[in-house]
């Protein structure tokens, strides 16, 4: 799966001729107008709708005066309930109520709940399951002035805090910030809200992989840390690479180095945009915050920055969407199942109605579903949009 050319501008979105504008402002095919199928995820697309100028069939009273013509016993059966063999047909049919519509989730139970219970922290299933294989999404920077190690900073500005997903000995590790500017920070790791925050020192670079603290999908280059890391020591945490655990011990010089300062491609606090937002990710992430769901063998399933092809065959596509630049997409070969990889846009500040356009690229039986919401404060999250596979 892979997402390029993301861009928010003010207004609706106008839909091609060829397409049915829903209330929504989602754009679906001219023919999915009355057709007796929701297409847009509102449900407009069936309104106002001349049923004497369309057919529809839900066999539950027969088979609708069709008939079947295929020879032998290979045709069409009417049926309820679960077809006959495992694990190929349907459980039910989907008009009845025991399917859910496309801005519903599907418990265990087979109840219905609206998707924006999914993952809220709270059970609306019945059986919980809208809580199973959740994430902790961890995007809100806290402004907070927490105690610091300073003998190896070159940051005194702004100080802000949130939790990771790590932890020490059972803690849960805490990320800190000091600012030089909102894109020049230094980045420590506590065990304590109130405790002393400690530099962080790597086994296998010079603090690359710790800008994933900070919501960073890849490692920035060399340039983009200070190059004069090799002169600081201490008491602090280390670990050998992104993705694997923390330990706490003596740090600094080789091979455990840390630097004074990071400039990971992230803005911090979030980057607020009052107009319209473009990103090809030419440059960078473009202030996007990426959260991912951990693996098998310790690898996570989150979304990365890359050009050229993706290290699978036959799933990704070859470049990005103009020939020769970035985008981002996730590998799905590792990941165990119901895994979630969260690309969160910068904050948009101006009113009104928003378009918002992207090119994807979702190719393999596997692939999953993309879904796109919108967060308001105060709202629940508002699906308003859902990609299945096998797309390009």
Known sequence: MAIDGINIQSGPCLCRPEQFQCNNSQCVPLSAKCNAHYDCLDGSDETNCNLDDAWSCDFDEDKCNSRTTAPGSFQWIRHSHSTPTSSTGPSADHTDGSACRPDEFRCNNSQCVPLSSRCNDHPDCLDWSDEENCTTDFITWEPFNFTYDNNCTSC???????????????????????????????????????????????????GQDHCELVGASSDPPSSSLDPDYRTCSGVGYWRYSRRSRFHFGAIGGYPRQYGRWYRCGVTIPEGRYEGDFNCDFGTDQCNAVVTSTEGIFGRSFRWIRHSGSTPSSSTGPSTDADGSGFYIYTDARYPYSNATANLTLPIIRSGGQHCLRWIYHMYGSDMGTLKVYVIQPEYPDMLVSKRFALKA
């Open 156 to 206: 005194d500005g702004e100080r802000f805090v949130r939790p990771t997903s790590y932890t020490y000995e059972g803690r849960t590790l805490y990320v800190g910030v000091v600012l030089c500017s909102p894109t020049q920070y230094k980045i420590f790791l506590s065990d304590s809200i109130n405790g002393t925050f400690r530099n962080i020192g790597d086994r296998a670079g010079h």
